[in-house]
T-cell receptor, first 110, second 113 residues
Framework: GQNIDQPTEMTATEGAIVQINCTYQ??????LFWYQQHAGEAPTFLSY????GLEEKGRFSSFLSRSKGYSYLLLKELQMKDSASYLC???????????FGAGTTVTVRA | SQTIHQWPATLVQPVGSPLSLECTVE??????LYWYRQAAGRGLQLLFY??????ISSEVPQNLSASRPQDRQFILSSKKLLLSDSGFYLC????????????FGPGTRLLVL
């Protein structure tokens, strides 16, 4: 089976940095994805990691350690528009499917 | 470029009524297609996926079914809705043979009363 854990909620101040952790236990591993989902909207793709290390995309970075079953999404220079739910998803043995965590709701305060 | 459409955007249905949600993808051929449900405050639950016309894999046994009558059309149905079927239904697609991400449609918000 698949087990993906992330914190339920996080709060941070505008301009600050927030790190959202994701731990997973899955049947096989073929990649980890992060999505952003604003309230009432569909998820949008943020990042993809398949090898260990850090992937940077502007203000957002994602890190993966396959041996530890661990990833994090780092959001820098937080803006009010970054208030959203962030979903961690893992592709396991079945190449067609993604298993999603419950999501982390990030609230950015002025 | 590719686009994905879902309709209707919002639906309110009585318990026991039938359901048909439609998803279409433009700008690609033979995509992998997916139906997810997201209950309020919950994560995404994969319901069905399809790798080709007429090929449906069911992930969660329940009173829902899916069909893929055309290459870029994916339909989610129910003969009799339950209260627990309320939620946000998302269709997604992925390029066939690709290891890239899935891309989501705008979703259908279903409320069963």
């Amino acid at each position: 089976g698949q087990n993906i854990d992330q914190p339920t909620e996080m709060t941070a101040t505008e301009g600050a940095i927030v790190q959202i952790n994701c731990t997973y236990q899955t049947s096989g591993f073929n990649g980890l994805f992060w999505y952003q989902q604003h309230a009432g909207e569909a998820p949008t793709f943020l990042s993809y990691n398949v090898l260990d290390g850090l992937e940077e995309k502007g203000r957002f970075s994602s890190f993966l350690s396959r041996s530890k079953g661990y990833s994090y999404l780092l959001l820098k220079e937080l803006q009010m528009k970054d208030s959203a739910s962030y979903l961690c998803a893992v592709r396991g043995t079945n190449d067609y499917k993604l298993s999603f965590g419950a999501g982390t709701t990030v609230t950015v305060r002025a | 470029s590719q686009t994905i459409h879902q309709w209707p955007a919002t639906l309110v249905q009585p318990v026991g009524s039938p359901l048909s949600l439609e998803c279409t993808v433009e700008g690609t051929s033979n995509p992998n297609l997916y139906w997810y449900r997201q209950a309020a405050g919950r994560g995404l639950q994969l319901l069905f996926y399809s790798v080709g016309i007429g090929q449906i894999s069911s992930e969660v046994p329940q009173n829902l079914s899916a069909s893929r009558p055309q290459d870029r059309q994916f339909i989610l149905s129910s003969k009799k809705l339950l209260l627990s079927d309320s939620g946000f239904y998302l269709c997604a697609w992925r390029e066939t043979g690709s290891r890239e991400t899935q891309y989501f449609g705008p979703g259908t918000r279903l409320l069963v009363l």
